[in-house]
C-alpha cells in the first residue's frame, strides 16, 4: 500500500474533527458580542451553516481519501501490531476500543451532519432581517422594551393613585430609562431598574437603609424578600401587556406593608426560623413563611 493515499486520508480526518469541533464550539456559545444588535440571530445561523457547510465537505474529502485507498494485494504485514491480541495488559488491549468509539464518532458525526443541513435547508430565513422588503412591509410590534418615556411615566402615575400606601418617585439616570425609588409604608424601601416597560433589577431594603442598585440589604429578611421579587417579576411578565406586567409587580411588593404584621396562612405563627413571612402568593397575595409555601 502507497504511503502517499493513507497520509492524506489521515489528514482529511484531522482535518473533519478540527472543524466539527469548531462547529460545536459555535453552537455552544451560541449569539456572541460581536455579532451585533440587528440580526445577531441570522448572523448566528449563516455562521453556523457555513461551518456545517465546511463540516460536510470536509466529510465527503474523507470518504473520497478512504475510497482511494487500495486494499494490498497480499497479506497485510501487522508486524509487532499483530501481537496486541496475546497482550495481557489493559493499557494496550484498551486500544481496539478506542479504535471503535473513533469510528462510531465518525458515523454520527456524519448522521449529525445530515440532520442539521436538512434542518437548516427548510429554514429560508425569509422572516429574517436579510430579507429587508418584507421587514419593511411588516408593522413593528410595540414591545416593552421600546415604550415612549411619557407612556412609561403615565403607567407608574396611574399605580402611584392606586396604591396609596406606597410612594413613588420617578428618576432617569440612564438616559430615558426610568429607575423608581419605591417605599412601602415605613416597612420597606425598593428601588427598581426599568428599560422601557420590562423591570430588569429590584433591590429591597430596610425603610432606614440607603438605596442603591449595586449592594443587598444587610438584613436577611430584606435579601429574601429582593429573592422573591425577581421571581415575582419573572411571573408577571406578559410582553403583549407590560402595563399589566408592572402594575401586577406593584401590587404584588404592595403586599408587603404589613410585612412584619402578617401571620403565615400555611402555620398561623408570626415567626419562623426568627423569620417573618417572606413569600406572597402571586394570585391571592397571602403572606407565607418559605418553609410554608404552597
Not at 56 to 68: A, C, F, K, P, T
Not at 123 to 148: D, E, G, I
Not at 165 to 187: C, D, W, Y
Request: with cysteine; net charge positive.
Amino acid at each position: 500500500m502507497a504511503v502517499e493515499p493513507l497520509y492524506n486520508a489521515l489528514s482529511a480526518i484531522k482535518t473533519l474533527r478540527s472543524n466539527v469541533a469548531v462547529a460545536f464550539e459555535s453552537l455552544g456559545n451560541g449569539i456572541r458580542s460581536d455579532h451585533g444588535e440587528d440580526g445577531k440571530e441570522t448572523k448566528f445561523l449563516l455562521e453556523l451553516q457555513d461551518q456545517l457547510t465546511v463540516v460536510n465537505n470536509n466529510l465527503r474529502d474523507v470518504e473520497q481519501s478512504i475510497g482511494n485507498l487500495q486494499p494490498p494485494h497480499n497479506p497485510f504485514s501487522l508486524g509487532n501490531s499483530g501481537y496486541l491480541s496475546h497482550e495481557y495488559s489493559h493499557d494496550r488491549q484498551a486500544l481496539y476500543s478506542q479504535l471503535v468509539l473513533s469510528y462510531k464518532w465518525t458515523d454520527k458525526v456524519h448522521e449529525y451532519c445530515n440532520l442539521a443541513h436538512a434542518q437548516l435547508s427548510q429554514n429560508s430565513l425569509t422572516r429574517s432581517y436579510t430579507n429587508t422588503a418584507s421587514a419593511k412591509r411588516r408593522r413593528v410590534q410595540t414591545s416593552s422594551h421600546n415604550v415612549p418615556p411619557h407612556a412609561v411615566d403615565k403607567v407608574i402615575t396611574q399605580i402611584d393613585r392606586l396604591l396609596p400606601e406606597m410612594s413613588v418617585s420617578i428618576t432617569r439616570p440612564f438616559a430615558t430609562n426610568v429607575v423608581l425609588h419605591v417605599s412601602v409604608g415605613r416597612v420597606l424601601r425598593a428601588i427598581i431598574a426599568f428599560k422601557g416597560l420590562l423591570i430588569e433589577w429590584i433591590i429591597v431594603k430596610g425603610f432606614m437603609e440607603s438605596l442603591d442598585l449595586w449592594t443587598e440589604s444587610r438584613f436577611k429578611v430584606f435579601r429574601k424578600v429582593t429573592e422573591n421579587a425577581h421571581a415575582a417579576v419573572m411571573r408577571f411578565y406578559m410582553p403583549p401587556m407590560p402595563e399589566v406586567s408592572v402594575k401586577s409587580f406593584m401590587t404584588w411588593l404592595h403586599s408587603f406593608n404589613t410585612l412584619f404584621s402578617d401571620t403565615c396562612k400555611g402555620c398561623g405563627l408570626h415567626l419562623r426560623n426568627a423569620m417573618p413571612p417572606t413569600w406572597r402568593e402571586f394570585r391571592t397575595l397571602e403572606p407565607y413563611h418559605e418553609e410554608c409555601k404552597p
